[in-house]
T-cell receptor
Framework: DAMVIQNPRYQVTQFGKPVTLSCSQTLNHNVMYWYQQKSSQAPKLLFHYYDKDFNNEADTPDNFQSRRPNTSFCFLDIRSPGLGDAAMYLC???????????????FGPGTRLTVL | QKEVEQNSGPLSVPEGAIASLNCTYSDRVSQSFFWYRQYSGKSPELIMSIYSNGDKEDGRFTAQLNKASQYVSLLIRDSQPSDSATYLCARTTAGNQFYFGTGTSLTVIP
């Protein structure tokens, strides 16, 4: 089945140790998103790629970076994780960008990050 | 994210009743609206999308959009215990912006 896949599902890292989260999709969608979701809060958009065009949200910390080497894969790099970065990280895809008629987002299962 | 307002709940309804979830938003340029369901510890899953004023029905779910009054609602008929979850309202704008509400927690009591 076409889907959005995230690896790993659970990630434990140490304070300050870089970590990379992975997302892949078989939907052939143009847009890929990364969200951070903390307990009892709404998902917070960090950035998104429209094809190779990177769009960073204004309040996304510099500690968070992303790479999209091809249509299918997108990575979230956290350069120096702090305790406050512990959260669920959600990857999503959509055929078109926000505001278009086909902008419905489909989410992967998420990666739960623990920072020790 | 103040751009989308939802009552956080919790909302409790008995099994078989109609659950009504509401969402308001703050500007008139929103174009697309979505309702997602999120079970605890899981990722959001799409229930409905709606783009035009009026009602849109899909099984037990009905989304209602009123752009003049800037609200979108979700009705769940014949509520089941399996409907117990957090419901997230979301909207997008032509300006490439996407906003989630904080979600409403729904509990369906058997």
């Amino acid at each position: 089945d076409a889907m959005v896949i995230q690896n790993p599902r659970y990630q434990v890292t140490q304070f300050g140790k870089p970590v990379t989260l992975s997302c892949s999709q078989t939907l052939n969608h143009n847009v890929m998103y990364w969200y951070q979701q903390k307990s009892s809060q709404a998902p917070k958009l960090l950035f998104h790629y429209y094809d190779k065009d990177f769009n960073n949200e204004a309040d996304t910390p510099d500690n968070f970076q992303s790479r999209r080497p091809n249509t299918s894969f997108c990575f979230l790099d956290i350069r120096s994780p702090g305790l406050g970065d512990a959260a669920m990280y959600l990857c999503a895809t959509s055929r078109d960008g926000p505001g278009r008629i086909t902008d419905t987002q489909y989410f992967g299962p998420g990666t739960r990050l623990t920072v020790l | 994210q103040k751009e989308v307002e939802q009552n956080s709940g919790p909302l409790s309804v008995p099994e078989g009743a109609i659950a009504s979830l509401n969402c308001t938003y703050s500007d008139r340029v929103s174009q697309s609206f979505f309702w997602y369901r999120q079970y605890s510890g899981k990722s959001p899953e799409l229930i409905m999308s709606i783009y035009s004023n009026g009602d849109k029905e899909d099984g037990r779910f009905t989304a209602q959009l009123n752009k003049a009054s800037q609200y979108v609602s979700l009705l769940i008929r014949d509520s089941q215990p399996s409907d117990s979850a957090t419901y997230l309202c979301a909207r997008t704008t032509a300006g490439n912006q996407f906003y989630f509400g904080t979600g409403t927690s729904l509990t369906v009591i058997p």
